[in-house]
C-alpha cells in the first residue's frame, strides 16, 4: 500500500544563522528600498540568494546558484517554492547591475551636470579678485639700490614710510 506522503529532503546547513545576522542588519529591507522590482523574481531576492549562498557555500560559481538553491529550503532563502529555478546567472548579473547603478547614481541627487549652477560658473560663490603687490613695499631694512630701481622712486623706506 502506497502512502500519499512523500519524504523530501531539504539542506538548512547555517541559514538560520545567517538569516539572524542578515535581519538584525535589515539587508533585505534596505536591498528591496534600493534595487526595483522587475520580472518573475524581484532582483532583492536574487540578491539576497546570492549573499547567502556567498556566506554558507564558499565561492561556488554563480551558474551553480540555481542548483544551491533548489535544494536548500526555500522559505529559509526566502524565496517561493518553483523560485529556485529563476535564479539563473543572468538574472543575478543584472540584479548586480542594477545595484552598481542605484549605489552609482542614486535618485537622490541629481548627476553633476545638472547641478543647475548659472552657465560658464561651477557652482561655487565667487571669491574675491586677488590684490595686486605694490611695485615698491615699505620695508624696515636698508637694501641695495641695483640697476635702475632707484631712478623709479622705489627706495627704501622706514616703518612709518619716512626715510630708513
Known amino acids: ?3 500519499p506522503l512523500a519524504l523530501e529532503s531539504r539542506r538548512v546547513a547555517g541559514l538560520p544563522l545567517v538569516n539572524a545576522v542578515l535581519d538584525r542588519l535589515g539587508l533585505d529591507q534596505l536591498l528591496s ?3 526595483p522590482d522587475r520580472g518573475r523574481l524581484p532582483a ?3 540578491l539576497g540568494v546570492l549573499l547567502r549562498n556567498i556566506a554558507l557555500h564558499d565561492r561556488q560559481p554563480v551558474y551553480t546558484l540555481a542548483e ?3 535544494a536548500v529550503e526555500p522559505s529559509l532563502l526566502g524565496i517561493q517554492t518553483g523560485d529556485a529555478a529563476a535564479l539563473n546567472d543572468d538574472r543575478v548579473g543584472r540584479a548586480l547591475d542594477r545595484l552598481v ?3 552609482a547614481y542614486p535618485v537622490e ?3 553633476p551636470w545638472r547641478d543647475h549652477a548659472p552657465p560658464g560658473t561651477n557652482g561655487l560663490p565667487r571669491r574675491p579678485a586677488p ?3 605694490p611695485r615698491c613695499r615699505a620695508t624696515n631694512r636698508v637694501r641695495w639700490l641695483h640697476g635702475r630701481r ?3 622712486g622705489c627706495a627704501p623706506r622706514g616703518l612709518h614710510g619716512g626715510p630708513p
Do not use: D, F, K, N
Request: proline content about 8%; cysteine-free.
Open 101 to 103: 547603478e542605484r549605489i
Open 1 to 3: 500500500m502506497e502512502s
Open 131 to 133: 590684490r595686486r603687490q
Open 33 to 35: 528600498g534600493t534595487v
Open 44 to 46: 532583492a531576492r536574487s
Open 68 to 70: 544551491w538553491a533548489s
Open 109 to 111: 541627487r541629481p548627476p
Open 150 to 152: 632707484h631712478l623709479l
